[in-house]
């Protein structure tokens, strides 16, 4: 019994909780440039969530490890700083993302511009942190989070042709505008393989006392979770196709987005929308607070946990409490957080090398997982397509830049 | 001669046989409980130049090994006598059995 | 057992299975005429930051004597107090009495505890 509810939790947290800042902006882009071409990527990037979270689930499960923890004792301090100071940077800037989609949100409810209320989204992320009940705030924010179901109803309102997506699964070439093409492959890469998922699920891992009676749980829950997220995130995709490059239209600015929920939806469609960009990135940004922390905390060998009051554990609240501030700050500053989204997840895809292949060598340590070390398909799956990532992201980072975005 | 030691300064430092050459690096140590302690019955010793180590540090990695590639840690242990620990930045071994090239 | 593997920068928990830090290094002991032996751990005080960079931990240790907690040394853990070495290094010592948790001390009175709520 207790295990179905871990599992429906599990399930909801990964369905509410795909979608972000990160796959939200590059999802609707991929589709208003591109139409249905790039629903391969979002596949691909969620095969590779998929199989990473049941990797870091795994690892809490048999090793009683933390993904930090595990890293640190596996590489020592030396090699442990690589990934430790490549991950919070990026986790910083994605940090900052969701606070700007928050303040985004609220920019598109009230016509205040976005940066006034970075300040308010940053101290009430830091709020819910500071009184130490996260899983009850966990809880919550997954279910209001499957108000982005919004656009599943969405794409079919716009009679999605589910043949013709279904068959852009297959990779293929652009056929226009190539360099963009492959960085916004590589951004929505970048935005379903974030580290912060797993290195937030191995820590959930052990807070839950998981041990090797649950990883079939595991495995449901980073499959089908991951797998219902991903659609969601297609969904997004789909709707920006049918309601902007069908019709030529590009999205230069953030308030013609709502437009791909507006559409089918009418005036329900845009607040639904509001509502599904402020909650996921809300529900994200409070997450990555805590990645960054329990990075930091583990790594060190810090008191750490979501239900610790704030005086117990004082150098990792001081991590969280610090990050969201100068994340607050970044947005306040009145950065495009558009631009700085997409940038981030592109800086996400070229660091994957770093931040995978550290969890790729634990995973296949007999000293930390026994018998149950990866096989060797999900190995290769992953280090292939991180190492491709990263390439690809090498070459179209700069010709993006280059070309003008 | 010195007392203690910080193995964790040890790791990674050169070990010279008597003739002064660098016949690899000091990788780990291996512990056997004797009495109430733990003793060093032997020091790990892995290549030491850099390209070998690489090579070395990728063969053993078992990601690499799953798909195919590389092979199992490959050092040799030294037992503790052989060693010389005047200059703990230099550390020689003055045993000279013919593993050691 | 290899020491490195099983004692370097494993997690450190104390008598009640807290938190203390992590094995930062190791002290041996060297002795005439019979095998090294594992003398004691080192926890803290820049320790790991050593092993990352000398010249950078230095810096690094200048500038926290600036201010934090006065005591700024690892606190060494003579082999004796090792309990268990499994998952993590269980010692025979009550954290909240050692310097290990200085750091952690000094940022809850200093800093966290201004803040209400904590």
Redesign the interface.
Known sequence: MNKLVEIALGLVTGIGGFLEAGSLATSAQAGASFGFQLVWAIALGTICIAFLIEMAGRLAAVSKHTLPDAMRERF?IRFFTVPLVVVVLVSFLVLASEIGGVSLALQLATGIRFQWWAPAVALAVWLLLWAHNFSLVEKGASLLGLVTLVFLVGAHKLHAPLGEIGSNLIPSLPREDSAKYWFTAVSIIGASVSPYLFYFYSAGAIEDHWDEGYLGVNRVIAGLGMGFGGTVAVAVLVCAALVFHTSGVQIDRYEQIPLILAQPLGRWGFILFVASLGIACFGAALEIALQIAYLVAQGFGWKWGENIRPSQAARFSLVYTGAILLAGLLILTGIDPLKLTVFSMALTALSLPVTV?PL??V????EYLGDN??H?IA??AV?VVSVIACVVALVAIPLQFLGGS | ???????????GKEVRNSHGRVIGRI??????P?G??????HF?IGPAEGLARLRAFLGE???L???GLGKERNLRPFP??WFD?SDPNRPSVSAEPALHE | ??????L?DQQVTDRKGELMGKV????????KA??????GL?IGGG?AAE?VHAGWARWLLRWRRGWGPRHDEPLEVP??KVLKIGVDVKVDLDAERTPALDWEHWIRDRIISRIPGA
């Open positions: 020592g292949v790729l060598i995973m296949n340590d007999p070390v990866n060797w190995n290769t280090l | 001669m010195p007392t203690r030691l910080r193995f964790d300064h040890l790791i990788e780990d140590a291996r512990i056997e004797e109430g302690e733990y003793v060093i019955t790990l990695l078992p990601t090994r799953s798909i503790w006598q620990w | 057992m290899e020491l490195g593997q099983a370097l930062d290094g190791v002290i041996v002991e060297l002795r019979k095998p090294p032996r594992v003398a080192l320790t092993r082999w004796g």
